[in-house]
């Protein structure tokens, strides 16, 4: 059977058997010469035989592989070492509908016209380490529709050249399945989420998302971090992990049934009860699961307390509401929504909030805050608008409930205080505009974003990401008016070095994003981030005042590092926070590297989180010894992490981590006993009390009421305030400085000797150290490091000792590490150094023996 195709080769072919019959006739003629010898003769037949037995059995062989060839059901195509197709099967020619003479000789193109350049560059890399490459790709057919297919290549030799067999498995079936499935997941009013083996959330329907609270801004997987929630049982405690019905399903392998958890979001405040029936599903042959699928219901109204509605109907004839804190959930009276007239009666307190003016919104949240966190009753006055649009007043008056000492309800009453205003006011109506700048707004950016992203022709895109550096400094010793005037002639220029190059945006405090095309110039981003950076080149001027601020900025391109404005802004962000690292007004683009350094980051704050609950940590003690004579005065307690999976960690690969997250409030806590425990124990030892010098985070002193807590420690060990020396750097003198005043008042009350740590390196906030009721100073190893030799650190070592003489303050001095170095500090009247000259961070029991030599010689 003769399907009537050849490969282009195949022409040759056919001439070459038309010349193999020529000469088998030739041979046959030869054979009955008479003329020629009879055994001559012989051979010749037996050539003619041979020749013709070649002939057929290429022959058979030539209609065999056709017939396989056209019995493969999926299309098959042949194609060259450079993609160019040498033959197709029947099926490839019903799939593609298309005649064979329009694709033999043709670039694999013509069937896959979104085929990258350099596509067959990995197909033969595979091929060649003796693998077949698999791929999923689009197809299309003679009408310009396209259909999704599965390809798997293979390599052969043909004719002494490298030649792919391309076999291509339609997925148009399986992906209607697919999408079928999807729909059915969407329309359920349920709500369904997966995680994979590893318990990541991979996919969740629509009903998930709306009963967690998920909006369509953030990935599902980020959103349900275990740092964003609290999971527990129905008596109200803690449900360990290895409770949770998912991990228990993936551990166990069965089906988890109808449990009842509690889903309390720190964040939000709010406590949803969900009843969740966990699936695992197993791949085929698998004994373990690989993933598995939850379906929950939301029956938090099953467990409301019915008490809520009858204090509701006590309140007076005025409107009234009660708020669960924890589920968000708001109970209004009818009078109470006759006076917010909104299209819909507001079910939760952030949507009553929302009736409310921009300004009035934060006043409302700050006491609703309060009422929680301190039990404060409040009464305000507040704006809002109608669902009509017209203005109303409302008094709100709000606390918490009797007999609720947790304070997860609060009830109130609305009154209508609309007349007393004198006539309706109408709301300041958003606009797309930033208000203090005149750009255009976070809202109003994104917009922009996403629209050019969803318009191909102006899909090339890059988000340039700029931070000010130093904004907060010039903010907080100048004053909110020097940071707004700032603000709004950064925005000034940035819009002159901008031009007509893109869209600029004020993104939240002193963040700005520029948005510019490179479809028509790739070099655009770095240009324009070029031209912002020299815009900031000349001084900023306030009042009588002169600084300088530069920025920091970050680039990120569509498509290649993402397809989305929150992707696009996250990794220009993430690349602005680099250049900020490295150097500082610069530009930096985002890089793969750079998202691999962010999944470190995150790796060693997910272990650091857990470090203080697995004693992961330890301190060691550095001597603080007289620079003349070597004698131990004191120590710092340096903190040590030893964590299983990444080693041993020194502070500066942590610390920074703990700063940001906020982990270094605990974590600081934790030294600050540890310290105090381990100054027990050698004075119980008979060594006499130690004072040891521990390091506080500028977090624990905003954060927390750091003197209360000083305060116990010291009682629980029965030690005196002398015992302890407190650390700070120079970012806590411009941090707020009242509280500041106030907090190292109450600390030196208690005898506790108060540092300021590396002074010279930050902000040498002189008009608020000169204020603060401190003991001393700390010369930073920044500068000792360059003495005796470095004329500029010499300088600066002799204008901090010279502060500290004038103030009346104690000096040590950090990093002393050669003779040359304590003998410059001692004639500079530096009392007391710490450093390798003397000793590194010594275990508690080496530190103690040192001291018992030190005693031992003493008394001889």
Same mark, same amino acid.
């Given at each position: 059977?003769?399907?009537?195709?050849?490969?282009?080769?195949?022409?040759?072919?056919?001439?070459?058997?038309?010349?193999?019959?020529?000469?088998?006739?030739?041979?046959?003629?030869?054979?009955?010469?008479?003329?020629?010898?009879?055994?001559?003769?012989?051979?010749? &037949?037996?050539?003619?035989?041979?020749?013709?037995?070649?002939?057929?059995?290429?022959?058979?062989?030539?209609?065999?592989?056709?017939?396989?060839?056209?019995?493969?059901?999926?299309?098959?195509?042949?194609?060259?070492?450079? +993609?160019?197709?040498?033959?197709?099967?029947?099926?490839?020619?019903?799939?593609?509908?298309?005649?064979?003479?329009?694709?033999?000789?043709?670039?694999?193109?013509?069937?896959?016209?979104?085929?990258?350049?350099?596509?067959?560059?990995?197909?033969?890399?595979?091929?060649?380490?003796?693998?077949?490459?698999?791929?999923?790709?689009?197809?299309?057919?003679?009408?310009?529709?396209?259909?999704?297919?599965?390809?798997?290549?293979?390599?052969?030799?043909?004719?002494?050249?490298?030649?792919?067999?391309?076999?291509?498995?339609?997925?148009?079936?399986?992906?209607?399945?697919?999408?079928?499935?999807?729909?059915?997941?969407?329309?359920?009013?349920?709500?369904?989420?997966?995680?994979?083996?590893?318990?990541?959330?991979?996919?969740?329907?629509?009903? &998930?998302?709306?009963?967690?609270?998920?909006? @369509?801004?953030?990935?599902?997987?980020?959103?349900?971090?275990?740092?964003?929630?609290?999971?527990?049982?129905?008596?109200?405690?803690?449900?360990?992990?290895?409770?949770?019905?998912?991990?228990? &399903?993936?551990?166990?392998?069965?089906?988890?049934?109808?449990?009842?958890?509690?889903?309390?979001?720190?964040?939000?405040?709010?406590?949803?009860?969900?009843?969740?029936?966990?699936?695992?599903?197993?791949?085929?042959?698998?004994?373990?699961?690989?993933?598995?699928?939850?379906?929950?219901?939301?029956?938090?109204?099953?467990?409301?307390?019915?008490?809520?509605?009858?204090?509701?109907?006590?309140?007076?004839?005025?409107? @009234?509401?009660?708020?669960?804190?924890?589920?968000?959930?708001?109970?209004?009276?009818?009078?109470?929504? !006759?006076?917010?007239?909104?299209? &819909?009666?507001?079910?939760?307190?952030?949507?009553?909030?929302?009736?409310?003016?921009?300004?009035?919104?934060?006043?409302?949240?700050?006491?609703?805050?309060?009422?929680?966190?301190?039990?404060?009753?409040?009464?305000?006055?507040?704006?809002?608008?109608?669902?009509?649009?017209?203005?109303?007043?409302?008094?709100?008056?709000?606390?918490?409930?009797?007999?609720?000492?947790?304070?997860?309800?609060?009830?109130?009453?609305?009154?209508?205080?609309?007349?007393?205003?004198?006539?309706?006011?109408?709301?300041?109506?958003?606009?797309?505009?930033?208000?203090?700048?005149?750009?255009?707004?976070?809202?109003?950016?994104? +917009?922009?974003?996403?629209?050019?992203?969803?318009?191909?022709?102006?899909?090339?895109?890059?988000?340039?990401?700029?931070?000010?550096?130093?904004?907060?400094?010039?903010?907080?010793?100048?004053?909110?008016?020097?940071?707004?005037?700032?603000?709004?002639?950064?925005?000034?220029?940035?819009?002159?070095?901008?031009?007509?190059?893109?869209?600029?945006?004020?993104?939240?405090?002193?963040?700005?994003?520029?948005?510019?095309?490179?479809?028509?110039?790739?070099?655009?981003?770095? !240009?324009?981030?070029?031209?912002?950076?020299?815009?900031?080149?000349?001084?900023?001027?306030?009042?009588?005042?002169?600084?300088?601020?530069?920025?920091?900025?970050?680039?990120?391109?569509?498509?290649?590092?993402?397809?989305?404005?929150?992707?696009?802004?996250?990794?220009?962000?993430?690349?602005?926070?680099?250049?900020?690292?490295?150097?500082?007004?610069?530009? #930096?683009?985002?890089?793969?590297?750079?998202?691999?350094?962010?999944?470190?980051?995150?790796?060693?704050?997910?272990?650091?989180?857990?470090?203080?609950?697995?004693?992961?940590?330890?301190?060691?003690?550095?001597?603080?010894?007289?620079?003349?004579?070597?004698?131990?005065?004191?120590?710092?307690?340096?903190?040590?992490?030893?964590?299983?999976?990444?080693?041993?960690?020194?502070?500066?690969?942590?610390?920074?981590?703990?700063?940001?997250?906020?982990?270094?409030?605990?974590?600081?806590?934790?030294?600050?006993?540890?310290?105090?425990?381990?100054?027990?124990?050698?004075?119980?030892?008979?060594?006499?009390?130690?004072?040891?010098?521990?390091?506080?985070?500028?977090? #624990?002193?905003?954060?927390?009421?750091?003197?209360?807590?000083?305060?116990?420690?010291?009682?629980?060990?029965?030690?005196?305030?002398?015992?302890?020396?407190?650390?700070?750097?120079?970012?806590?003198?411009?941090?707020?400085?009242?509280?500041?005043?106030?907090?190292?008042?109450?600390?030196?009350?208690?005898?506790?000797?108060?540092?300021?740590?590396?002074?010279?390196?930050?902000?040498?906030?002189?008009?608020?150290?000169?204020?603060?009721?401190?003991?001393?100073?700390?010369?930073?190893?920044?500068?000792?490091?360059?003495?005796?030799?470095?004329?500029?650190?010499?300088?600066?070592?002799?204008?901090?000792?010279?502060?500290?003489?004038?103030?009346?303050?104690?000096?040590?001095?950090?990093?002393?590490?050669?003779?040359?170095?304590?003998?410059?500090?001692?004639?500079?009247?530096?009392?007391?150094?710490?450093?390798?000259?003397?000793?590194?961070?010594?275990?508690?029991?080496?530190?103690?023996?040192?001291?018992?030599?030190?005693?031992?010689?003493?008394?001889?």
């Amino acid at each position: 059977m003769s399907t009537g195709r050849q490969l282009p080769e195949e022409t040759s072919r056919l001439s070459a058997n038309d010349g193999t019959a020529q000469i088998a006739l030739a041979l046959d003629t030869a054979c009955r010469d008479l003329a020629i010898p009879a055994d001559v003769r012989l051979l010749l &037949a037996a050539a003619r035989d041979a020749l013709r037995s070649a002939s057929n059995d290429a022959e058979t062989a030539r209609l065999r592989y056709h017939a396989l060839f056209d019995a493969v059901p999926d299309p098959v195509s042949i194609l060259d070492e450079r +993609g160019i197709v040498l033959d197709l099967n029947k099926a490839g020619m019903s799939a593609y509908r298309r005649p064979r003479e329009e694709i033999i000789g043709q670039p694999i193109e013509v069937l896959n016209p979104d085929l990258p350049k350099g596509h067959l560059g990995p197909v033969w890399d595979t091929i060649n380490r003796g693998r077949t490459y698999v791929i999923e790709v689009t197809n299309m057919r003679a009408d310009g529709t396209r259909f999704p297919v599965e390809v798997h290549s293979a390599g052969f030799m043909h004719d002494g050249r490298k030649c792919l067999v391309a076999v291509a498995r339609d997925l148009s079936s399986r992906h209607e399945a697919e999408l079928r499935y999807r729909e059915l997941m969407e329309v359920i009013d349920k709500g369904i989420v997966v995680q994979d083996e590893f318990l990541n959330f991979t996919y969740g329907n629509s009903a &998930a998302l709306r009963l967690l609270g998920i909006d @369509g801004s953030e990935s599902l997987d980020e959103a349900m971090r275990l740092e964003h929630w609290m999971l527990v049982r129905e008596d109200g405690t803690v449900m360990p992990e290895a409770e949770y019905p998912a991990v228990r &399903a993936m551990q166990e392998g069965r089906i988890i049934e109808s449990t009842l958890i509690g889903l309390y979001h720190r964040q939000r405040r709010q406590l949803s009860w969900l009843s969740v029936t966990v699936v695992p599903q197993f791949a085929a042959d698998a004994d373990k699961p690989h993933q598995v699928l939850s379906m929950f219901s939301d029956v938090t109204e099953l467990k409301r307390d019915s008490a809520l509605f009858d204090r509701v109907q006590a309140l007076a004839h005025i409107g @009234g509401w009660e708020w669960d804190c924890t589920s968000d959930e708001l109970y209004l009276t009818d009078e109470s929504v !006759r006076i917010l007239a909104q299209q &819909a009666p507001p079910a939760t307190m952030l949507q009553m909030i929302d009736c409310l003016a921009a300004s009035d919104r934060l006043r409302l949240h700050a006491a609703l805050d309060l009422a929680i966190s301190e039990g404060r009753d409040f009464d305000l006055e507040l704006q809002g608008a109608r669902a009509d649009g017209h203005a109303f007043w409302v008094r709100v008056i709000g606390g918490g409930v009797p007999g609720d000492p947790a304070t997860s309800h609060l009830t109130g009453t609305l009154q209508d205080i609309t007349e007393l205003k004198h006539g309706e006011e109408t709301l300041r109506v958003q606009a797309r505009s930033d208000p203090l700048t005149g750009l255009m707004n976070r809202d109003a950016i994104l +917009g922009e974003i996403s629209a050019r992203l969803a318009d191909p022709t102006q899909s090339g895109v890059a988000v340039l990401y700029i931070d000010l550096d130093r904004f907060k400094v010039v903010n907080d010793v100048l004053g909110h008016n020097a940071g707004d005037e700032l603000l709004t002639s950064a925005a000034r220029r940035i819009l002159r070095a901008v031009g007509t190059e893109g869209l600029i945006a004020r993104f939240g405090g002193d963040e700005f994003l520029v948005v510019c095309s490179t479809d028509d110039d790739p070099g655009r981003p770095e !240009r324009v981030a070029d031209a912002i950076l020299d815009a900031f080149g000349d001084s900023f001027r306030f009042e009588k005042e002169e600084f300088a601020i530069t920025a920091s900025i970050g680039i990120a391109r569509a498509p290649e590092h993402g397809d989305r404005p929150q992707t696009l802004i996250h990794n220009a962000d993430a690349a602005m926070y680099d250049s900020k690292r490295r150097i500082r007004n610069g530009w #930096q683009v985002f890089t793969p590297a750079l998202a691999q350094s962010q999944q470190d980051r995150l790796r060693v704050e997910t272990h650091l989180r857990r470090a203080t609950d697995n004693n992961e940590f330890h301190l060691v003690y550095q001597p603080q010894v007289a620079l003349k004579g070597g004698r131990i005065v004191a120590a710092e307690a340096l903190i040590r992490w030893q964590n299983r999976q990444l080693g041993e960690m020194r502070p500066d690969h942590f610390i920074g981590h703990a700063e940001t997250t906020g982990d270094i409030v605990r974590i600081g806590s934790w030294v600050l006993r540890e310290a105090c425990r381990q100054v027990a124990q050698w004075r119980d030892a008979g060594l006499g009390i130690v004072r040891v010098a521990v390091n506080v985070s500028y977090r #624990q002193f905003l954060g927390d009421d750091l003197a209360d807590n000083v305060r116990g420690v010291l009682a629980e060990f029965d030690l005196p305030g002398t015992a302890l020396e407190l650390e700070f750097t120079e970012r806590v003198l411009i941090e707020d400085a009242p509280d500041t005043l106030r907090t190292f008042a109450r600390l030196r009350e208690q005898g506790v000797v108060l540092t300021i740590d590396d002074f010279g390196e930050g902000y040498s906030a002189l008009n608020y150290l000169r204020r603060l009721p401190i003991h001393g100073l700390k010369l930073s190893q920044l500068f000792v490091e360059g003495v005796p030799g470095n004329k500029s650190d010499v300088a600066v070592c002799q204008a901090v000792a010279g502060i500290a003489r004038s103030l009346g303050l104690g000096l040590v001095a950090e990093g002393v590490e050669s003779e040359q170095q304590r003998q410059f500090l001692l004639e500079m009247g530096v009392p007391i150094g710490q450093g390798f000259l003397f000793a590194p961070g010594l275990r508690p029991d080496e530190f103690a023996r040192r001291l018992g030599n030190q005693a031992t010689q003493t008394d001889a």
